[in-house]
Every structure is written in C-alpha cells, then in structure tokens.
Nanobody, 123 residues
Framework: QVQLVESGGGLVQAGDSLRLSCAAS????????IAWFRQAPGKEREFVVG????????YDKDSMKGRFTISRDNDKNTGYLQMNHLKPEATAVYYC????????????????WGQGTQVTVSS
C-alpha cells in the first residue's frame, strides 16, 4: 500500500495559480500511475488529470489543457498539479491517487489515495 500526502491547497482569487504536491511513500514510485481527482461540495468525485508511469498524460477535459499541468519527479517520489488561471468552479477538495496497474479515469481503479487538500477560488 502506498501512502500519499497532498499539500499546496489554499484560498486564492480567480485568475491566481496554485501548485499541488503529492508525496508518495514508496521506493518504486516510478512504476506507479498517478492521478488527481477533485470533489466539490454536493458533487461526486471527478477525474481531473492523470500521468502514467511512462509520462503519458490524460486530461478530463480539453479545456483543462494549458491551465492544468500534471508532472512527476520520480527522484523525489512526488507528483504535482500546476493549476493556472483558476476559476471559482475549481473550488473542491483535490485528491491524489496512485495505482501500479490502472491508469484510467475511474476512481474505482485506483487503490491508494491521499487525504485531500482544499482548494478554494474566490471570485
């Protein structure tokens, strides 16, 4: 089991940027697919973006490309989500997920989850 710890959330204004981090407690981090999900109040958890072990990226929506960027540093066992030009509708708890075999968009496919970090974007 992989322990994941997210950080970097906070309260920002519309148009601002944030970088979320996901620190993993596993030596073989480079073999894991990681993804970011988010859950807004009263809504289901939704896929945002993922990056496979071979650095192939998957975005939920084309509209996120250019504003949201996922990356990973295998030497630091850490994944990142850079979010630019944030909008109020991005307000949610953001979760990091990892799996050593699944790299899709369904939250059911990922076996390990962080506790989440709150992102609040004011208008």
């Amino acid at each position: 089991q992989v322990q994941l710890v997210e950080s970097g959330g906070g309260l920002v204004q519309a148009g601002d940027s944030l970088r979320l981090s996901c620190a993993a407690s596993v030596r073989t981090f480079s073999r894991y697919h990681i993804a970011w999900f988010r859950q807004a109040p009263g809504k289901e958890r939704e896929f945002v973006v993922g990056i496979a072990w071979d650095n192939i990226e998957t975005y939920d929506k084309d509209s996120m490309k250019g504003r949201f960027t996922i990356s990973r540093d295998n030497d630091k066992n850490t994944g990142y989500l850079q979010m630019n030009h944030l909008k109020p509708e991005a307000t949610a708890v953001y979760y990091c997920a990892a799996d050593d075999s699944y790299s899709g968009t369904s939250h059911d496919g990922y076996s390990d989850w962080g506790q989440g970090t709150q992102v609040t974007v004011s208008s």
